[in-house]
């Protein structure tokens, strides 16, 4: 049977409240209801050919109305003769739309937290309105979640840390797990001065609103012993927050960048050179050394489209980049040690030089296998000595 039935008819409730329609009017006072739900039912040819199915349809739909009103129809059959068979369903009110789908409950728990937001912050309520079941799911910490919004109104861009907060019952630990929607909701009634549009997301949270933020850092290493940056002869693996770093003015002109942790570490001594623990696609730190601009820099990633695409972003603040050891002849020679790269980057990436770009283009078109890669670590640490020694 291809007809509506009862099960359908809560299906179509069931979405409306998973859409949000049913709790948004308790915000905004529009009146969704009486709602007409979708019926399919039986034609002139069933009413006759499957007569006892039509018959035992009715009897379902009848027996499960009450949340629902049947509008009937009259039907004038020549075989059949006059018969009445259901023709519209109705929800006439959101009670009887709550006790189809079982969500008194919630919805007596929602209207509580739209007083309490009414009461408290009214700027917000747009937000209700859109994302109620969100709401709902934030419950237990909504009023919390007020209190942190009214604080933040009272003390524009504090300049402190998110831990040093003093909010009665709110703890700190509570604003970090909730910054996504935290940002929503400042957005919405913090005015322009108070909010950084120049940083987003949950990384860019404290310093669009005026919070203090964990320094960023570089970690980096002398590669050549006769430039050391403290007096020590100990490897000289030092890690400075951003702004020292950017004050800097090394003695060198060669700097190398690579992204695996164990080659950082491994890297060999290199007259006047230095290398740089890569940090993935973030390059932020780096971009205020501007005395970076004055060095050779050279880029070594993995060979797969993820690392292309690195060296692409690191070449929107650092033109001059050149990368090493990503070039074919390299992947070809270490054939048996390819791995498969889970999630491959299918982007166009407009930074890379022609051989770059080529390699790249192979690799996302799988020209010598299904999602290849080959991992910086994998290379032969006697390739790069050579490599090097090239680069000097």
Not at 6 to 14: E, R, S, W
Not at 70 to 85: D, F, Q, Y
Not at 331 to 343: I, K, V, Y
Request: proline share 6%.
């Amino acid at each position: 049977m291809t007809w509506t039935t009862p099960a359908d008819l809560k299906a179509q409730v069931q979405r409306l409240w998973e859409r949000g329609r049913l709790l948004a009017p308790l915000v905004n006072d529009e009146s969704l209801f009486p709602r007409r739900l979708t019926l399919k039912g039986p034609g002139s040819r069933q009413l006759s050919e499957r007569f006892s199915e039509v018959r035992d349809w009715i009897g379902q739909l009848s027996a499960a109305a009450g949340p629902y009103r049947i509008e009937w129809r009259s039907v004038n059959h020549r075989v059949l003769g006059n018969n009445t068979i259901p023709a519209t369903i109705w929800i006439d009110t959101l009670e009887d739309a709550l006790r189809l789908i079982g969500k008194k409950r919630d919805t007596d728990q929602f209207a509580a937290l739209v007083e309490l937001t009414r009461a408290q912050q009214p700027g917000l309520l747009p937000w209700l309105a859109k994302r109620p079941l969100r709401v709902l799911e934030l419950a237990e910490s909504w009023s919390q979640l007020l209190a942190v919004v009214a604080w933040l109104l009272e003390h524009p861009r504090p300049s402190i840390y998110l831990r040093q907060i003093d909010l009665p019952g709110v703890h700190t630990k509570l604003i970090e797990a909730h910054r996504g929607v935290l940002a929503e909701l400042f957005d919405l009634v913090l005015p322009d001065e108070s909010i950084d549009e120049a940083y987003t997301g949950i990384g860019g949270f404290c310093r669009r609103y005026g919070f203090l933020d964990k320094p960023s850092r570089v970690r980096f290493r002398m590669l050549d012993p006769n430039v050391p940056l403290l007096p020590l002869e100990a490897d000289q693996d030092i890690t400075l927050t951003q702004a020292a770093f950017a004050s800097l003015a090394l003695p060198v002109s060669k700097v190398y960048i690579t992204e695996n942790e164990i080659n950082f570490l491994a890297f060999p001594h290199v007259p006047d050179a230095m290398v740089i623990f890569g940090a993935g696609y973030g390059f932020d730190t780096l971009t205020t050394a501007t005395w970076l601009d004055e060095k050779d820099i050279y880029y070594w990633g993995d060979i797969d489209t993820h690392g292309f695409a690195i060296l692409n972003q690191l070449r929107r603040y650092f033109p001059h980049v050149k990368s090493f050891l990503m070039d074919q002849k390299t992947l070809l020679n270490h054939r048996s040690l390819w791995g498969t790269e889970d999630s491959p980057e299918q982007a166009n990436l407009g930074r890379l030089n022609a051989e770059e770009g080529a390699l790249y283009d192979h690799l996302r078109q799988n020209k010598w296998g299904e999602r290849i890669r080959l991992e910086q670590e994998r290379i032969q640490f006697d390739v790069l000595l050579e490599v090097l020694h090239q680069l000097r």
